[in-house]
């Protein structure tokens, strides 16, 4: 059997591939060719991330496929429920991510509040002539430890985000449209552990009582976070959004900034990738990744372990 991974996959996971009877293609694909490419190699997977679309025009003109699988959480990319209801086997990864989103939350928090974003921009403009006007500008910093930070969607992701906000001595707060309560279980470098229980609030009480808030839910048909959201959070609250793009108003985001409501905000994200808004990439109140979150070498590892797990279980 043939796998097309389009948007690549780790030497790890075609090894296993390999060794499972596969044989692996690499090779990216333009989503205007994907058809033709697909039937001419007689395609029996593919396996995409967040770059390629399969749609339902695709599956209906490609028979061969037979297992459609994603490097990842979202599947908002995938007609899933067509696909599966054309006989098609629909896979993801939903867990080998989690740790690498959460950290990543953690590099924009920690960046913000010392105001790296805005000093690793400066100092190699102006270090050598303006050192102790930087030094009074950045001396103003705040500490994550003890202050509360409110998580948006409290699933594999926003429970990492979870534990390490523990660990920091944070205040968790989380909302959730499914879940009411969840147990964290934070395991130490010398095999210990320690259980937290975290019971899901309101969402317009976690808005007013977070110093910093981070959304982690799937794409929406509405904001998550929009002026209404933003108007009842506290003044100089810092946003975090390494979700999907389009779950955060970016214009009333640029807005809130410009009235001192928003302090900063860390995007992974954007309604526009991969052309974002140029407003969000000259602000200097905003601290910016092109969509890497879950984009570590360990994640990497596990993702396409994962997934050749999964097909050599569905189609051997």
Request: aromatic fraction near 6%; glycine fraction near 8%; charge should be negative.
């Amino acid at each position: 059997m043939k796998i097309l991974a389009n948007d690549g996959i780790s030497q790890s996971g075609i090894d296993a591939l390999e060794k499972g009877g596969f044989e692996v293609l690499t090779v990216k694909v333009a989503q205007n060719q994907l058809e033709n490419y697909i039937n001419e190699h007689n395609i029996d997977v593919i396996l995409v991330r967040s770059a390629t679309q399969v749609r339902q025009e695709l599956i209906d003109a490609c028979p061969s496929l037979k297992l459609i699988g994603r490097g990842g959480v979202g599947m908002d990319n995938i007609d899933v429920e067509y696909a599966i209801d054309n006989g098609l086997h629909v896979i993801n990864t939903p867990a080998a991510s989690s740790s690498s989103v959460a950290e990543l939350v953690f590099a924009h928090l920690f960046g913000m509040a010392r105001f790296l974003h805005s000093s690793n921009r400066e100092m190699p403009l102006e270090g050598d002539t303006r050192f102790k006007d930087l030094k009074k500008a950045y001396s103003q910093g705040i500490e994550l430890r003890g202050k509360t930070i409110g998580i948006i969607g409290f699933g594999r992701i926003g429970q990492e985000v979870a534990k390490i906000a523990i660990g920091l001595g944070m205040k968790v707060l989380a909302t959730d449209n499914f879940l009411d309560t969840a147990n964290i279980t934070l395991e130490f470098f010398n095999g210990q552990k320690s259980t937290f229980t975290i019971n899901t609030i309101d969402k317009t009480k976690l808005l007013k009582e977070a110093d910093f808030i981070t959304i982690h839910t799937p794409a929406q048909e509405d904001y998550v976070i929009a002026a209404s959201e933003i108007q009842k959070m506290k003044d100089g609250v810092g946003i975090v959004n390494a979700a999907r793009g389009g779950v955060l108003n970016e214009v009333d985001l640029i807005n809130a900034i410009e009235s001192g409501k928003v302090q900063f905000a860390g995007l992974d994200v954007f309604e526009n990738e991969p052309t974002p808004e140029i407003q969000l990439l000259m602000n200097p109140e905003l601290s910016l990744t092109p969509h890497i979150g879950a984009a570590t070498k360990e994640a990497q590892d596990r993702i396409g372990v994962e997934l050749a797990n999964q097909i050599i279980e569905l189609l051997r």
